[in-house]
């Protein structure tokens, strides 16, 4: 199986701050790579696919980067809407798998 | 809009099955993949498998020998059974919708059924 790590577990940050995430994968996967975001006792919500590609009616402070095996999702103002939890999930290989997930809570 | 609703029992004794079904409703399964995924209390996910309507699946190999799933289209509705479950196998259970213009993502999902397994 792919293994996806991410970094950090968790994350403090202020309304307004620019927030980084890093997903790193055990082997390549190309561009393949999809991220949600979770909040407590909801099902997760897809973002962004194949990296960068934002999914219709995400805000546009979310954005994707990166290849093979480092990837980052980076949002460029935290807005009080987004403290949550963020997966990542490769998709080059079965089966698919998930990072373990990144809190992002208020500093 | 798509929405999809997890249906089943809650409470599952050791070494049972767990049996789940998946409404369908705002679109046809006739088309892309069906997923479940579960999540443990207070860990991350954990993609099981998924079925097309053709009946073709996938499985994760950590579960494959204890899933099967199942596909009813008069229905929109797709099933999961997972046999001889043990405490390991509580989690929040999530049927999602597969596959977005060919990417293996997971675009619409289910709110999740906690199914606990225990005596």
């Known amino acids: 199986d792919i293994q996806m790590t991410q970094s950090p577990s968790t994350l403090s940050a202020s309304v307004g701050d620019r927030v980084t995430i890093t997903c790193r994968a055990s082997?390549?996967?190309?561009?393949?790579l999809a991220w949600y975001q979770q909040k407590p006792g909801k099902a997760p919500k897809f973002l962004i696919y194949?990296?960068?590609n934002l999914e219709t009616g995400v805000p546009s402070r979310f954005s994707g980067s990166g290849s093979e095996t480092e990837f980052t999702l980076t949002i460029s103002s935290l807005q009080p809407d987004d403290f949550a939890t963020y997966y990542c999930?490769?998709?080059?290989?079965?089966?698919?798998?998930f990072g373990q997930g990144t809190k992002v809570e208020i500093k | 809009q798509v929405q999809l609703q997890e249906s089943g029992p809650g409470l599952v004794k050791p070494s049972e099955t767990l049996s789940l079904t998946c409404t369908v409703s705002?679109?046809?399964?006739?088309?892309?993949?069906w997923n479940w995924i579960r999540q443990p209390p207070g860990q991350g996910l954990e993609w099981i498998g998924h079925?097309?309507?053709?009946?073709?699946?996938n499985y994760n190999p950590s579960l494959r020998s204890r899933v099967t799933t199942s596909v009813d289209t008069s229905k929109n509705q797709f099933s999961l059974n997972l046999s001889s479950v043990t405490a390991a196998d509580t989690a929040v259970y999530y049927c999602?919708?597969?596959?977005?213009?060919?990417?293996?993502?997971?675009?619409?999902w289910g709110q999740g059924t906690l199914v606990t397994v225990s005596s």
């Open positions: 999602a919708r597969g596959e977005k213009s060919g990417h293996n993502i997971f675009d619409y």
């Open positions: 079925i097309y309507n053709s009946g073709s699946t």
């Open positions: 705002g679109g046809s399964i006739s088309s892309h993949s």
């Open positions: 082997q390549s996967i190309s561009s393949w």
């Open positions: 999930q490769q998709y080059r290989t079965y089966p698919w798998t």
């Open positions: 194949e990296t960068s």
